[in-house]
């Protein structure tokens, strides 16, 4: 993986993308593409750290690995077993994937993600003779599959949990708002922690602390535990 041009995807919600778009441009992200509900860009390893762990609109954070057609299920696994899996994880780290799928042709999200996962599995089995173990709530390494019609597309997720979960919420009330809405419904309304901030309707108070945050310029992930990319082979704890 060549660390000093990354290709990164940014995914958020739809009506979000300008918004964070001038986020990433402003941590230093380069050749900054808006797609749906998306953002495109190139950075280095620092830049896909700094992002994951400042960015108030962003709901994950991918780097596409390998992208291919396929017209059926055989073809499918063939491509994936060729990749060279274990420069992305050791046989000892556990993996999951996630899956968006929209093609008539592979129609069955559950079918085709159990087709990666035996492409995965078969390849450390054919050159290690082990194999690495599934693990869907905890996973050390995670892939997201992406199908759009014939057009395949894997990506390692650098953010692990959802980008949402900033780590401050102690207490669930009944249908809090989304962290990254609030944050983007923020920024959209022009709030940029100058003067009183009111929240007449305050139910769990997302608003109010994102907006704290906000007018304080504390990273969005300050209060996270975790993020994915400290275990990929690369990490550079130093960097982050």
Request: charged share 25%.
């Amino acid at each position: 993986m060549n660390t000093d041009n990354l290709q990164i995807q940014i995914k958020t919600f739809f009506g979000l993308e300008e918004i964070l778009a001038e986020e990433v441009k402003k941590l230093g992200g380069r050749n900054v593409e808006i797609k749906n509900r998306a953002v495109n860009c190139e950075g280095d390893l620092g830049f896909l750290y700094k992002i994951n762990y400042s960015c108030r609109t962003a709901l994950k954070i991918l780097v596409p690995i390998k992208s291919f057609k396929a017209f059926d299920a055989d073809r499918f696994y063939d491509r994936l077993f060729d990749v060279q899996w274990d420069e992305y994880m050791s046989i000892d780290q556990s993996f999951a994937i996630d899956a968006t799928i929209n093609s008539e042709r592979f129609s069955h999200s559950q079918f085709m993600t159990l087709k990666m996962k035996d492409a995965i599995v078969d390849f450390f089995k054919m050159k290690y003779r082990d194999r690495p173990n599934v693990d869907s709530k905890n996973p050390d390494i995670k892939f997201h599959l992406h199908i759009d019609r014939e057009l395949v597309s894997i990506s390692l997720d650098s953010s692990g949990d959802p980008l949402f979960k900033r780590g401050y919420r102690q207490m669930q009330t009944e249908a809090p708002i989304n962290e990254v809405l609030a944050s983007g419904l923020l920024q959209i309304a022009g709030w940029d922690g100058k003067g009183n901030f009111l929240d007449p309707m305050c139910g769990s108070g997302t608003l109010l602390v994102e907006a704290a945050m906000i007018a304080l310029d504390l990273p969005a992930q300050i209060f996270r535990k975790k993020f994915a990319f400290q275990n990929w082979k690369n990490y550079d704890a130093e960097l982050f």
